[in-house]
């Protein structure tokens, strides 16, 4: 764990550049974590039966560990930046991890969107904050800002990500760290959730009727006999 001793800020509600300080929340007791639940719960011991099912669930178990490890490289280089205000390369790192940090929880959160609506993958539930339109929209927009980021400055002045002490913001689109943190432990609440669900495939014949349920869920048709 890295952590950095506050410092006072010369302009007291100014925001400053660089940032005197790093409020960004630890993560990094989560970094790997998820891939460790997937190996010991999925590739050793099962998973959903269907190959598409298994490969979504793995694939956002795969890019949503990417995201943690994004996100704590960000933290971990901004912290050393304010200890070391000097040596700006940290800094500009630090933009860089978050720039790679919200590409990965795009995609994170689009395979979470697919488990949810796949019969075969386990049951998501709950209301989570990530789902919501603003936030599906403000970090999809904030991810093809990323993407498109050489294209934008050419015809648009205020383009380029800028990080301070709470929150970065780019193209006025601004996120601070405790909404990042909480959409990335919601997604890994996830990830815990439904490598405790039942994937197995039940088939069941009533009558010439051939239907199936995947764990606790609801029977579906397939066919008579």
Known sequence: MVES???????????????????????SELSNKVLFLWLKKWALAG?????????????FMRVLNQTINQYTAARKELLFHVEHPDRLVHYFNAITYLESCIIFLRRSLRF??????DYFSPKIGGKRSVFSSGVIKKITDLRNGI???????????????????????????????????????????????FLQEDTSVQFI??????TYKVGGKNERFLGTL
């Open 5 to 27: 001793k506050k410092q006072s800020n010369p302009n007291p509600g100014v925001i400053s550049f660089p940032p005197y300080n790093c409020d960004m929340p630890e993560l």
């Open 205 to 210: 014949s009533r009558k010439g009727r051939l």
């Open 112 to 117: 979470a969107e697919a488990i949810k609506r």
């Open 147 to 193: 993407e498109h980021l050489d294209e934008k400055l050419i015809k648009v002045n205020n383009c380029v990500m800028s990080i301070n002490e709470k929150d970065f913001d780019l193209m006025e689109i601004k996120v601070t760290y405790d909404e990042l943190a909480t959409w990335i432990k919601q997604l890994y609440e996830i990830a815990e959730q």
């Open 47 to 59: 998973g959903p039966k269907i190959q598409k099912s298994y490969a979504l669930g793995s694939s």
